[in-house]
């Protein structure tokens, strides 16, 4: 059993920028030389989340009204009124959808389905630099 630590780097525009980070999951893999197991992706933040979502424009678009709907941006949040920073919204959408995802392998191959890919979604109120951390884990 072999164990890997990696980083994916990003630049986001926060306001529910979604982004498509399943090639760089695929290169950490590839990288890595371990040919079956799991590869898990972890974000250490709390304005932030990761998913899976077919990556065309009207499925993000879709996700991006859903959770409008589900977390309204404008109105009162806690945190906001504790911290006045205006981002208790992105805390509580990151929550529901979870900081990390565990995806299997085989072959040195992410098993994704056809129209699957990974997504990075900053909810944060600004601009941000993230890191994501990938950890693979298999032989």
Known sequence: ???ITDR???????????IDITDRAESALKKSGIKSGILN????????????IEYEPGAVEDLRGAVERLVPRNMPYAHD???GD???YAHV???LIGPSLTIPFRDG?????????????????RPR???????IVGE
Do not use: C, Y
């Open 86 to 88: 205006g981002n208790g």
């Open 41 to 52: 992706l972890f974000i250490p933040g709390s304005t932030a989340a990761l998913t899976t």
């Open 1 to 3: 059993m072999t164990a």
């Open 8 to 18: 994916i780097g990003l630049s986001t525009q926060g306001h529910t920028d979604v």
């Open 93 to 95: 959408r990151a929550s």
């Open 81 to 83: 009124a504790r911290w």
């Open 129 to 135: 630099s993230r890191e994501i951390i990938i950890q």
């Open 109 to 125: 191959k992410l098993l994704l389905g056809t129209w699957q890919q990974i997504i990075f979604i900053d909810f944060d109120n």
